[in-house]
C-alpha cells in the first residue's frame, strides 16, 4: 500500500509539472458580428478592420490583393485599416492568427446605417403591396445586416447579427424604409449596398446617444433628470413583491375564467429596471450603436420621433437631434458624414383650426431646425402619413425621397433631393412675401384648387386662415382680418391641410415665422 501511495504522489507530480511546462491555452483570433460572410465594405475609402485575440499576437487581414498586419495590444484588442477598394466584388477576406477565419462573398459598395423607432423597424411584410414587393426582391448586390436589440449601461464591443442577401426568402423581414433606400441607390448608382439596420421600436432619441455627450449639453438636463427620477425611485423588492402579488391575483382570475369558460385576461405587465430600460439615455447607443464603431460607411438615414413627441419636452427634440448627429460623427471619426432623417408625417384628426401645437408638431419643427447642421437632409412626408396608424404603409415613397436627399446632397446628381424649405420672409403692404429654397424648378399646388394650409396673425397672435397665392418662386399671404400681419403659419398641426409642393411634386415642409413660445397640447 505504502509503495502504491508513493506511485500515485509520484504520477501527480509528474501530470503538475507537464501542465506547467505545457503552452497556455490560445485564444482564436474572433471579430465583431458586423464583420461576417455576405457583408458590404464602403468603397473609397479606408476601411477599419477589428478583433481580439491573445495578448502580443500578430494578426493580418488580406481581401483584394491586398495585406494588412496589427498586433494584438494587452488587452488582447487589435485593430488595423485597409485602404480603399473600388465597389466590385465579390471577394473573401482572410484573417490570420494562431487560426484562419474565412469571410465568403464580400462586396464592396456604399454602406449606410440606418437607425431609429418603430417605423425604420417595421419590415417589408407590413407595408403596402408586400407580397409584390417580397417576391420582386432579387437584388443579390443590396445586403442587410439587422443588428439585435441590446439596451446596455455600459458601451458593449459586439452585436448579434448576420449580413443577409436580399431575395424573396429574406425580404420580409428586412427593415422596409432601409430596403426601399437602398433598393433606390443600388438602381441608380449600380454599386452594391449594405445596409445596417439598428431599430427599436417605441424608443426616444436621447437613447440612441452617449449619455456622456448629454450631460454636456445644458439644455437636455431635464430629459437626463427625468430618468434619473425614475430610477432613484425604483425599488426592486417592492416592484417583484407587487409583481408577484398581481400575478397571484391573476391565476386566479384565469383559472375562474377557463372554468366558466370565459377569456383569460391578460396577465400584468413585468415590470422593467429602469436601470436597464431601452429608453434610457445612452442605453442603446451602447448595445447597439458604440459596438458598429468604426465601421466605415457613407452616411446614416434616421426615423424616429413618435416617442418625443408626448409632452412639453417635445420642443428639445431640436437639441436633442442636432447633439444625436454629433455625437456620431465624432465618434465615427469620418468627418460630417451625411444625415439623413424622416421628417413626422401627417397623423392623428385632420387639422381644424389654423394653429394646433401637438408635441408632434414640436419635433417636426426640431427637425427642420437641424437642417442648419452640415451635410443634413430631410424627407417630409405630410402627403403620406396615416391619420389612424402611426406605421402609414407608404414605405416605398418613405425610401425614394430618402433617396433623392442622398442622391442630390451626397452623390451629386441633378435630382430635386427636398420639397420647399422656408427660408425668409418680408411685410409688403399689409401682406407677408415667403421665400423658400428647393424650389425644384417652381412652387405649385398638389391636385386642383388653391393653396391651403396657410394662416398669418398680428402682433395679438391670434391666427386666422390666409389667402395664399404662388408668385414665383415666393407666396404672398394675407387676409382681410389680418390689417398688420406679424407671423405666418404654414402646416401647423400634426395632420395638416398644406398642399405646397414644388416642380418635382415633394411638398413643403410645415413651418412656423415666428418663436412665440406656447404650451404644448398632448396628443
Known amino acids: 500500500m505504502k509503495r502504491c501511495n508513493c506511485f500515485v504522489r509520484s504520477l501527480l507530480a509528474i501530470c503538475l509539472l507537464a501542465a506547467c511546462l505545457a503552452p497556455a491555452a490560445v485564444a482564436e483570433v474572433t471579430l465583431p458580428a458586423v464583420f461576417s460572410d455576405h457583408m458590404v465594405l464602403q468603397h473609397g475609402v479606408p476601411l477599419p478592420v477589428w478583433g481580439w485575440a491573445d ?72 407595408v403596402e403591396n408586400a407580397d409584390a414587393e417580397i417576391a420582386a426582391a432579387q437584388f443579390p448586390r443590396i445586403r442587410m445586416l439587422t443588428v439585435q436589440r441590446a439596451s446596455a449601461v455600459e458601451p458593449q464591443r459586439q452585436i448579434e447579427g448576420t449580413w443577409q442577401v436580399a431575395s424573396p426568402e429574406t425580404a420580409a423581414a428586412f427593415s422596409a424604409t432601409a430596403y426601399f433606400f437602398g433598393r433606390e441607390l443600388h438602381e441608380a448608382l449600380g ?16 437613447a440612441w446617444t452617449n449619455v456622456n455627450v448629454q450631460k454636456t449639453v445644458p439644455d437636455i438636463a431635464p430629459v437626463l433628470e427625468l430618468s434619473n427620477e425614475a430610477i432613484r425611485g425604483y425599488d426592486a423588492e417592492q416592484v417583484t413583491a407587487r409583481y408577484e402579488k398581481q400575478m397571484a391575483a391573476w391565476k386566479e382570475a384565469a383559472a375562474a375564467a377557463r372554468a366558466a369558460k370565459k ?25 447597439m450603436i458604440a459596438p458598429l464603431i468604426p465601421y466605415a460607411i457613407r452616411g446614416a438615414i434616421w426615423y424616429q420621433g413618435e416617442r418625443n413627441s408626448r409632452d412639453e419636452l417635445s420642443k428639445l427634440y431640436g437639441v436633442q437631434l442636432q447633439t ?38 414640436f419635433v417636426r419643427e426640431g427637425m427642420l431646425q ?16 396615416d391619420a389612424n396608424n402611426i406605421h402609414p404603409k407608404n414605405k416605398q415613397e418613405v425610401g425614394r425621397r430618402l433617396a433623392l436627399s442622398a442622391l442630390a446632397g451626397t452623390y451629386g446628381r ?26 425644384g424648378g417652381g412652387l405649385k399646388t398638389a391636385g386642383d384648387g388653391p393653396l391651403a394650409g396657410f394662416a398669418i396673425a398680428a402682433g395679438d397672435r ?33 395632420n395638416p391641410k398644406g398642399n405646397l409642393v414644388n416642380a418635382a411634386g415633394l411638398p413643403a415642409s410645415p413651418f412656423r415665422t415666428d418663436d412665440w413660445d406656447e404650451p404644448v397640447i398632448p396628443r
Open 55 to 126: 495578448a502580443g499576437e500578430k494578426v493580418a487581414v488580406s481581401i483584394a490583393g491586398q495585406s494588412k498586419e496589427a498586433t494584438a495590444g494587452g488587452d488582447g484588442s487589435w485593430s488595423l485599416r485597409l485602404d480603399p477598394i473600388e465597389a466590385g466584388g465579390p471577394y473573401e477576406m482572410l484573417v490570420r492568427g494562431q487560426n484562419t477565419l474565412k469571410i465568403s462573398d464580400v462586396l464592396v459598395g456604399e454602406v449606410w446605417l440606418c437607425s431609429g423607432q418603430s417605423n425604420m423597424a417595421m419590415t417589408v411584410r407590413g
Open 370 to 385: 437641424t437642417l442648419s447642421l452640415a451635410n443634413t437632409g430631410m424627407a417630409i412626408t405630410t402627403d403620406i402619413g
Open 414 to 439: 441633378d435630382v430635386a433631393g427636398s420639397g420647399p424649405i422656408y427660408r425668409s420672409m418680408r411685410p409688403d403692404r399689409g401682406k407677408i412675401v415667403v421665400e423658400f429654397d428647393h424650389v
Open 191 to 206: 454599386v452594391p449596398v449594405g445596409l445596417v439596420n439598428s431599430s427599436w421600436g417605441g424608443t426616444a432619441v436621447e
Open 263 to 287: 377569456s383569460v385576461p391578460k396577465p400584468p405587465r413585468k415590470p422593467e429596471d429602469p436601470r436597464m430600460s431601452q429608453n434610457r439615455p445612452g442605453n442603446l447607443y451602447n448595445g
Open 324 to 361: 444625436l448627429i454629433g455625437n456620431w460623427r465624432d465618434e465615427w471619426g469620418q468627418g460630417d458624414f451625411p444625415f439623413l432623417y424622416v421628417q413626422l408625417p401627417n397623423f392623428m384628426a385632420p387639422q381644424q383650426e389654423p394653429s394646433e401645437n401637438a408635441g408632434w408638431v
Open 462 to 494: 391670434k391666427f386666422v386662415w390666409a389667402e395664399a397665392v404662388i408668385d414665383g418662386d415666393t407666396v404672398v399671404v394675407s387676409s382681410p382680418k389680418v390689417k398688420q400681419p406679424a407671423a405666418v403659419r404654414y402646416s401647423w398641426a400634426a
